[in-house]
């Protein structure tokens, strides 16, 4: 009964939307507000109703309600109550009903603001949330029903997936999903700012925070899937551009692009044109991404199963981009920048060229993603392009990036100096040289090659960025201890109130350059290695030796498969400085196997040991005769935890820029939803 009123419930949210999109616009070119606000009441309303059907689903997977294919598909008698619950997300139809569950709440939000500045907007911002989130719903009930019965209820269900039964894939959804959904706002501000041919920025300013949410849960969303990647998929890695990763980045490159962007314009109303492309591109990558996902047209571990909804994708993409390049190209003559650039040596030059590899590395990760579609397209044979071909053109670029973000801080605005950029940076450089030669001599210079030798140049580059990034910090508090005689500490935390967007994003550059850390010691320095070994015998790698102590079986977590333990104990194999001597126990690990005869599928689950800046990660690749042998598969990750502290940084970042940030331009406050005076 509970889950018929959800369906009926979502099915209202749809008509309200059509309701809402439709009455906005009537009561714009009619200039009456009654229509207006009903719209934007309509669109409010969306929210709880689907809450209420998202309701009805949990209550049926709670109870395990096998009368509903779906619940048969994720639950069992045998999953927990907590791994039901998330199972919500656990496939296609769910999924896609919590996705428009978010998109809803940020519509929700959304309708709550003050509309006095910017009234003449709220009618299309409201049309155009209302029908992108009209079709997903839509989309939902007619391709993916998580409402759907079954004639003949079977006694039990397959049960979760086993590779989602893992507390990063319970929260990386949610977070990824955020991410996507909330750039629905600073699209739909776009779009009526557009529409309403306004010359000025206040779609801009009246969305700025919007789209920093909507970023920071993408960016989170990206960490948090590289750390399930990294625990669950036994390959010591986290990140191996794989379709599905690929489609959250380039949402990720272009808004980040777009972030930068923004601030030229709101500083020297400039680029325009270019921030409205930017965010138009930005939004239209996130329905590419939702589209190769969840049709099937890409293979991926943690893609969606084919289905029917290709052709409906492919149809609202294309209307969605048509609508967007005709009100950009007919309206090119209000977004001309009221300033021109002057020098490109300039702060604006250097964020204009990090915007154009910033785009360039977006289209070359949506390109060679999309490759395989366009070649079985044409010629009926799929060609895949590997990473070893995306770290080649893709990775420099990234590179590129980052020093960037090192020159950026000291050009000035207009007219940049080459002279006072070189002074500025001469304590950077003498830092990133010195950062240079210690790796150097870490390495060993004899046993230097060509690839070791790049990584210490990478590393000094980062040493270059962080260095002039944390200067910043020290001169501006320095001038505020001197001009106001304030400590310190209290002269760090008032420089940062006073200019939380700037100093917020320098945080965020920091946390960038602690992941590309991360990045170039388990690229470079990474290695593994397959090992046989007796019961009760040692092997040695990568200066650890591994003494295997036996398998064993032990409880599953689920009722629905069964585990086999392996354990080794670990010590040094040789000294490693200091405080390391050979012998010093390291740890004990315990990967192990799960079978889940349902599904017929194996997990292998790696276990770790070792240091915060070196990783040991081991799985059980194979065992003989009850274990009286086993294989191993070692991993040796160098600096690999940096890049969890820099996703922890990064998000610090946004925290600063988002918190007490600037009053809005609204000066009098709107009664929420109010009607018609």
Known sequence: MLTDVGQYAVLLAALLLLYAAGASVYGAQRDDDRFVQSGRIAAALAFPLMVIGMAGLLIALINNDFSLRYVVSVSSLGTPLFFRITALWGAQAGSLLFWCVLMSAFVFVAMQRRWDADRELLPYVTATMALTLAFFIVLTLVSANPFERL???????????????????????????????????????????????????????????????????????????????????????????????????????????????????????????????????????????????????????????????????????????????????????????????????????????????????????????????????????????????????????????????????????????????????????????????????????????????????????????????????????????????????VALGRLIARNQRRYGGYLVHLGVVVIAIGAIGKGFFGSDAIRNVPLNGTFTYGGYAFTYRGTQTVPCQFDDCSTLQAALKVTRASDAGPFARAGDFVGGLYPRVDRYPAQQFTSTIADVTGTFNEEVYVILSAWEDEGSSATFTVYINPMINWLWVGGVIMTLGFIVAFWRAEPSPVTRAVPVLQGAK
């Not at 590395?361 to 395989?372: D, E, K, M, R, Y």
Request: glycine letters at 8%; proline letters at 5%; aromatic letters at 12%.
């Open 151 to 489: 004639d003949f209820p079977p006694s039990d269900g397959r049960g979760l997936n086993p590779l989602l039964r893992h507390p990063g894939m319970i929260i990386h959804p949610p977070v990824l999903y955020a991410g996507f959904t909330g750039f629905i706002v600073p699209f739909a501000f776009c779009m009526a700012s557009l529409i309403t041919r306004r010359k000025d920025d206040l779609w801009l300013r009246a969305s700025r925070r919007w789209t920093l949410v909507g970023w920071v849960f993408l960016t989170l969303g990206l960490i948090l899937g590289g750390r399930w990647a990294h625990d669950v998929l036994g390959w010591g890695g986290y990140w191996g551009w794989d379709p599905v990763e690929n489609k959250s980045f380039v949402p990720w490159l272009l808004g980040t692009a777009f972030l930068h962007s923004a601030m030229i314009q709101e500083k020297r109303g400039m680029f325009k044109n270019w921030n409205v492309a930017l965010m138009m591109l930005t939004f239209g990558s996130i329905v590419w991404a939702t589209a190769i996902v969840r049709s099937g047209l890409l293979t991926s571990v943690h893609a969606f199963a084919a289905s029917s909804m290709g052709p409906i994708f492919l149809g609202f993409l294309v209307v969605m981009l048509a609508a967007m390049l005709y009100f950009w190209l007919t309206r090119l003559d209000v977004l001309k920048s009221e300033n021109a650039l002057d020098k490109l040596f300039s702060r604006e030059g250097v964020f204009l060229l990090q915007n154009v590899v910033f785009v360039s590395a977006a289209v070359t990760v949506f390109a060679l993603t999309s490759l395989p579609i366009a070649t079985e397209a044409i010629s009926g044979q799929r060609l895949t392009v590997g990473p070893p071909y995306f770290n080649a053109v893709v990775v420099p670029q990234l590179i590129l990036l980052i020093a960037l973000m090192g020159i950026a801080p000291l050009v000035a605005w207009a007219r940049g100096n080459a002279r006072a950029v070189a002074r500025q940076s001469a304590g950077a450089l003498i830092f990133a040289f010195a950062v240079l030669v210690a790796v150097f001599i870490a390495l060993s210079l004899p046993a230097l090659t060509p690839m070791t030798a790049l990584a210490a140049a990478l590393a000094g580059l980062c040493a270059y960025t962080a260095a002039v990034t944390l200067v910043e910090y020290v001169r501006g508090a320095r001038a505020r201890m001197q001009a106001n005689h304030e400590p310190a500490l």
